[in-house]
Antibody, heavy 117, light 108 residues
Framework: QLQLQESGPALVKPSETLSLTCSVSGGAINNRGYYWAWIRRPPGKGLEWIGSIYYSGTAYYKPSLKSPVTISVDASKNQLSLKVTSVTAADTAVYFC??????????WGQGTQVTVS | DIQMTQSPSSLSASVGDRVTITCQASQDISNYLNWYQQKPGKAPKLLIYDASILRTGVPSRFSGSGSGSTFTFTISSLQPEDFATYFCQQYDNGPPLSFGGGTNIQIK
């Protein structure tokens, strides 16, 4: 059974870089049939897709994000990572990693709360 | 970017009620539309994909319909465990993905 677990700092200072890791178990992260994504939910708001990365290594990001973002995969560790640079209070949210297939985000991690302050 | 307008943003309903949520896309997205349920403190859960296909294991009281730019999500008989927030999500031609604003279903 696939399991995803996000980890990283709960508190980040403004203008610093937020780094999160998603550890995948029960399945290989380099499976051609799937892609991997980061999504967040700010307090009192809805879900926001941040970006996705495919087997080829190509990553796509939400165009209107205010803070620069990088998503990468470390297949040797079966991990997905997210870096958000120059964070602001607007980056405060619960961050989720997910596995996608044909446009649907089928499996999700439990999420990790990140506060920028 | 494709914008998704979901309505209502919240509603109050009783157990046994029929509930319908609407999602409007800013352009034609064919049937590239999914629905999720999220409970407080939990991860979102995929319920319906490709507008109308029920994911395995999801109760049949949940259904979805629509194509083009207008979609609906229906719970035929609301159960106590269905009180949650529901989101639509489009994926027309791949990324970027986008979500509707969500509908919070509360107990009347």
């Amino acid at each position: 059974q696939l399991q995803l677990q996000e980890s990283g700092p709960a508190l980040v200072k403004p203008s610093e870089t937020l780094s999160l890791t998603c550890s995948v178990s029960g399945g290989a992260i380099n499976n051609r049939g799937y892609y991997w994504a980061w999504i967040r939910r700010p307090p009192g708001k809805g879900l926001e897709w941040i970006g996705s990365i495919y087997y080829s290594g190509t990553a796509y990001y939400k165009p209107s994000l205010k803070s620069p973002v990088t998503i990468s995969v470390d297949a040797s560790k079966n991990q997905l990572s997210l870096k958000v640079t120059s964070v602001t209070a607007a980056d405060t949210a619960v961050y989720f990693c997910a596995r996608g297939h044909n446009g649907a985000l089928e499996e999700w991690g439990q999420g990790t709360q990140v506060t920028v302050s | 970017d494709i914008q998704m307008t979901q309505s209502p943003s919240s509603l109050s309903a009783s157990v046994g009620d029929r509930v319908t949520i609407t999602c409007q896309a800013s352009q034609d997205i064919s049937n590239y539309l999914n629905w999720y349920q999220q409970k407080p403190g939990k991860a979102p859960k995929l319920l319906i994909y490709d507008a109308s296909i029920l994911r395995t294991g999801v109760p049949s009281r949940f259904s979805g319909s629509g194509s083009g730019s207008t979609f609906t999500f229906t719970i035929s008989s609301l159960q106590p465990e269905d009180f949650a927030t529901y989101f639509c999500q489009q994926y027309d031609n791949g990324p970027p993905l986008s979500f509707g604003g969500g509908t919070n279903i509360q107990i009347k």
